[in-house]
């Protein structure tokens, strides 16, 4: 049937077998064991903010506190803990970001290659910095200065602001939630949650919703465009995914995590004749870089370099017992890993000071000296291959997909048939006439993780099947991007599994029905998308026919990824329901509430198939409001 169909794309079966059978304890185990998870948590309700507490509201029976030691309601308590994951969802994006500007100053001053300078120039334009007659290095200065500055800055707000349309900017204007300074709306967080401080949640939300923004139009946005800028704006091409990658006769090193700057100088790194030679000598036959989770997704969409696997599979990475060097930086990487590498003779390398994990190797990765960092780890890679034993087990799981859809490059493939209808090109003309003309019913975005509350990938697979049947284009960031392209959906076949509106879009495009947007960072692409969109209609975000959905979330990343698109006016279906429902005024506030203020919701729909179908809904109640 269907659902098994889907566990065996994943290639998680055999390998959990192997598992089993080698004794590694894995997410799956350690999720059982925590059966029953904890209500008071679960439900939002527990409260450890001063050393009053630990205090807890008890729901399930009218005995027991209904307030904390200070007096904080259900509402206080749950809102607290919503916006203080939301904070730090917003610190993790936003830190990356800030990292890539600061990666950018060094490439500058430095004089290292910058990749995009078409990109660095309309960059700099934006941002009022004087263009003409300053090198390239001046310019990347510049704008990365000016990058850093958004941080921090006393005054004014967020220079990416400029590019919403006038209405959201004026919604966010009348609830004051505009993002002034990255760090300083992260902060206001944190102090406004802080024991006996903000206790109105709807008040607490509205701090959190300013964090969040913070991170879409900011910090999540700063990291996709410089990193565009350092290493390459993608471009559609092909590459391969799942652990079937990786090779039993190489040095396999699978680089996971989130910032792209240690991933793509391991690149460079891997492709030295020097490392290259060093492990033929030891054996192999060349040096296999994969990557996993979102750095996976950043070096597929700039380098082709294949895509190993998603959240739950960095364990199971391991215990194949072919990779050399799992090497990881920030973000989504188990603290199991060590415990699991121990068992093979995988080296775990942990590379920022920000992620240290004990039983791991540190190597500290320095942006300044980059390259001489990259070359350090290969070599502890290759050197680590004769420490290999047979017992490995590399699963056929592999399948090739189509990828690189920046921005820019859906614009280019839409260029592709305004041509062919004389139309001005560079716009995104075609896709809105498409929509009009209910060819395509609008666009929905899959985003997110993997989460033991759901069989791996089985919701992001189902929804977005659902979803391009029923002629809504699909894209994806993160894990989501994972999970469809190892079920196939970026491969030219997956037309087949469209309606007929879709197929004949695809077609004509040349795209796939599923368009893989990046990392979760580039989630950024998708509200600057958006925005094009909305401005080419001279419309609000709000009033488009799309939707988002986050099936299989688990990070607090997530819950800031979804606070901005509810703020940015956007339908937002969660798979896995947020610890808020202890809190019946706050559930009512984030699911129906804030829509009568920002335009957009949270809904909570588990069942794949009914959030396909809400979607579906949603959209033709935009397209009702639109008349088309
Ligand atoms: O930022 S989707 S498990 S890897 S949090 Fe993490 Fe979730 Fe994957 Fe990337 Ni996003
Ligand atoms: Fe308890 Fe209030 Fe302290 Fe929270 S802040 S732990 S509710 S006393």
Redo the contacts with the bound molecule.
């Keep these: 049937d269907e659902l098994s169909y889907v566990k065996d794309e994943t290639a998680i079966p055999s390998l959990l077998k192997k598992a089993k059978d080698d004794k590694i304890e894995t997410v799956w185990d350690r999720a059982l064991a925590m059966q029953p998870q904890c209500g008071f948590g679960e439900m939002g309700v527990c409260c450890t903010n001063c050393s009053m507490g630990p205090c807890r509201i008890v729901k399930i029976s009218p005995d027991g506190p209904k307030k904390g030691i200070c007096g904080a309601t259900e509402d206080t308590i749950a809102s607290r803990n919503f916006a203080r994951s939301v904070a730090a969802g917003s610190a993790a994006h936003s830190d990356h970001g800030r990292d890539i500007a600061e990666a950018l100053h060094y490439a500058a001053e430095q004089k290292r290659p910058i990749k995009d300078e078409k990109k660095l120039r309309a960059l700099a334009e934006e941002w009022g910095i004087q263009t003409e007659g300053r090198s390239v290095e001046d310019l990347a200065s510049k704008v990365a200065e000016k990058a850093l500055n958004e941080f921090g800055k006393p005054f004014g707000h967020l220079q990416f602001v400029e590019r919403a349309p006038q209405k959201r900017k004026e919604i966010w204007e009348s609830m004051d939630v505009t993002p002034r300074a990255i760090d300083r709306d992260i902060v206001e967080v944190l102090h406004s949650t802080h024991m006996g401080c903000d206790a109105d949640y709807r008040n607490i939300i509205t701090a959190a919703v300013r964090a969040a923004l913070s991170d879409g139009w900011g910090g999540s946005m700063i990291g996709t465009e410089l990193s565009d800028i350092l290493f390459g704006t993608p471009v559609p091409h092909e590459v391969e995914a799942n652990l079937g990658v990786l090779k039993k006769d190489c040095v396999n090193i699978v680089v996971h995590g989130?910032e792209p700057t240690l991933s793509e100088a391991l690149v460079l790194a891997v492709n030295d004749p020097d490392l290259i030679e060093a492990a033929k000598q030891e054996g192999a036959q060349g040096i296999n870089l994969v990557g996993m989770?979102?750095t996976g997704n950043e070096v597929a969409m700039r380098h082709g370099i294949p895509m190993a696997g998603?959240?739950f599979q960095q364990e199971l990475a391991v215990v194949t017992g072919v990779v050399e060097a799992m090497v990881v930086d920030v973000?989504?990487i188990m603290p199991s890993l060590p415990q699991v590498a121990k068992c093979y003779h995988t080296k775990l390398i942990t590379t920022s000071r920000k992620a240290k994990i004990p039983g791991a190797v540190h190597m500290e990765f320095d942006e300044k000296n980059s390259v001489e960092c990259a070359r350090k780890i290969v070599l502890e890679a290759v050197m680590n291959f004769k420490n290999r034993t047979d017992n490995v087990l590399v699963p056929e799981e592999k399948v090739t997909g189509r990828i690189g859809y920046s921005v820019e490059s859906i614009i280019r493939a839409l260029d592709g048939i305004t041509n062919t209808f004389a139309h001005q090109s560079g716009t995104v003309k075609p896709l809105v006439d498409a929509v009009k003309s209910g060819v395509l019913r609008g666009v929905a975005a899959i985003v997110?993780?993997?989460n033991h509350r759901v069989p791996a990938d089985q919701s992001h697979v189902l929804l977005a099947k659902e979803l391009i049947k029923n002629d809504v284009l699909v894209v994806t960031t993160?894990?989501g991007a994972h999970a469809c392209i190892k079920a196939g959906l970026m491969s030219e076949d997956a037309v087949k599994l469209c309606g007929k509106g879709l197929a004949t879009c695809c077609e004509l495009l040349k795209v796939p029905p599923v368009l893989h947007m990046g990392?979760?960072v580039d989630i950024s692409r998708i509200l600057q998308l958006l925005a094009i969109i909305s401005k080419y209609m001279n419309v609000d975000i709000k009033d488009l026919p799309v939707a988002a959905a986050a099936p299989e979330w688990?990070?607090e990343?997530?819950l800031s990824i979804g606070t901005y698109a509810v703020a940015s006016g956007i339908y937002v279906v969660l798979g896995v329901t947020p610890q808020i429902t202890g809190s019946e005024n706050l559930t009512k506030y984030l699911t129906s509430d804030m829509e009568n203020i920002y335009g957009g919701r949270f809904e909570i729909e588990s069942d794949p198939i009914k959030a396909a179908h809400k979607i579906l809904d949603h959209i033709e109640v935009k397209r009702k409001q639109l008349d088309i």
């Design positions: 989130h989770c979102c998603n959240f973000q989504c997110g993780c993997n993160g894990c990392s979760c688990m990070s990343k997530a």
